[in-house]
């Protein structure tokens, strides 16, 4: 990077923090640190909803994701909608009436306090190692820039992020959210465009589609049924309406965002708009690797975008990787014509079905020769990643972007990297701190407070150390919702017995939990079916088989004070 870049990334970021200390100066206790008062409106509950889950890991593999698989991993949300609605009637209404700090404090309300352990344990479990991947993300950026071992970046950018956290508490994570968001999506546009910008002359938005579209990339709706197929309409409808349910419902990196909301109204229409925004924004992302995959479609590019992978694939294979890229070269710049030609004959209104064939003939080429790549990577054992979808925005940023702007860019990923991680580490240190406290002696507000730092502290580290494991991941975007997937269906389950089931006790739902567990971890290691029904199987299990034990077992007495659920007048 040029001193120009380095100026507006450190400006960026040091703005961001001081911004972030001082909007959370005013800390006083567990509800200050962990709830922010309870005082956030509508657009703050929205932003920091889309902030938590739009982490670096959506701006750094999402392009990447598209640039490979095309736009099909867009209908994983589409599930998303329905089940803010079915949040807002439901869930909200009981967090809101039973003012709680966690989600999993209802549970012990409703169930019992082993219920409530177990619940939060899977959450902390699943976040912890989702977090992990989240710091390792932006560690690649300072890794790729500077040379610098990925486990040295890892412990920096971790160590920031919890002295960061630490100080500001909720209240920074609300309002540097917040302006981190609107930062990010402005970068985000003007990359689209300048990527539009850099096609070669003569070619323009209209043809880097019809590129990427004849490449199969334009894929948004797929109808073809598989168990095993990750990403079509069925298992976004499905599959991602119970994880969009248990993500935004249960996981209380979610639920403490609309925690912060002055009422149920406020916490409401924030939910409900992230489920009219989150599809066309992560649309425009995704969007982003199209035009990538039209622009390296069009002139040369690199068999892997992973320098520091090829550099030592070089040093282990000399002979063979100089005969694979000498074949490759030959063959992209092959297809770079091949794409140029076709998109100038369809201006003209020639159908030349040849250059079309010719085309699809070369694809299948060039990516047989990077998958070559990626098996090369594995045999060898390089401490990377065995996959270079997360770095061919990095890699377009750092080649083509103008001085100053490559900062910019790459700032916007530090700081989508701090909102969500931040947010992650306030929620586990909540959970941790009030879920597993086993004193029921009140502490003084800066006790609190202090307490509150120490759990921040904790889960920061150990998340640092989950980055480590990250390097061999493949497509993070893809890693962190398979990672949750192993667990949300099973607690999602648990919530939906506590709402809706009156006849299922403490004791049921657990021995269901936990028998549902072990059966999505063994489905999983067999690999029988695709992640996303993961989240069906356990929301659908755990029900299924509390009810069954409630008609073998004798019951515990429903607790009269707490809700099963509430309908809207409640409020």
Known sequence: MSFLDWIVLSATLICI??????????????????????????????????????????????????????MRFVQYYFGLPLAMIVISVTFIPVYQKLNVFTAYEYLEKRFNKQTRYFTAFLFLTSRAFSTGISIYAPSIILSTLLGWNIYITTFIMGGVLIIYTCAGGASAVQHTQKLQFLIILSAIAFAGYYIVHRLPAGLGFSDALLISGKAGKLNIITTDFSWKDKYNIWSGLIGGFFLSLSYFGTDQSQVARYLTAGDVKNARLGLLLNGIVKIPMQLLILLIGILLFAFYSTQSAPISFNDAALNGLKELYPERMQKLQDDYAKQQNSYADLSKRFAVQHKAGINDTQTVTQLQQKQESINNMRQEINILIKESELRTDTSDLNYIFLYFIKQQMPKGLVGLLFAVIFMASWGSVSAALNSMAGSSMLDFRTSQAKYSPSKELWLGRVHTFIWGVFSVAMAMLASRMGSLIEAVNILGSLFYGTILGIFLVAFYVKCVDGRSVLIAAIFTELLILLIYYLDIISFLWLNAIGALLVPLIGIILAYLMPQSPIKADVPLNLNTNDQ
Not at 28 to 54: E, N
Request: glycine share 12%; net charge positive; aromatic share 12%.
């Open 17 to 70: 923090i001081i911004y972030g200390v001082y909007k959370g100066r005013h800390q006083s206790g567990a509800d200050s640190y962990l709830r922010a008062g309870r005082s956030a409106p509508w657009f703050l509950v929205l932003l920091g909803v889309m902030a938590t889950q739009a982490s670096s890991i959506t701006f750094i593999s999402a392009p990447g994701q598209a640039y490979a698989d095309g």
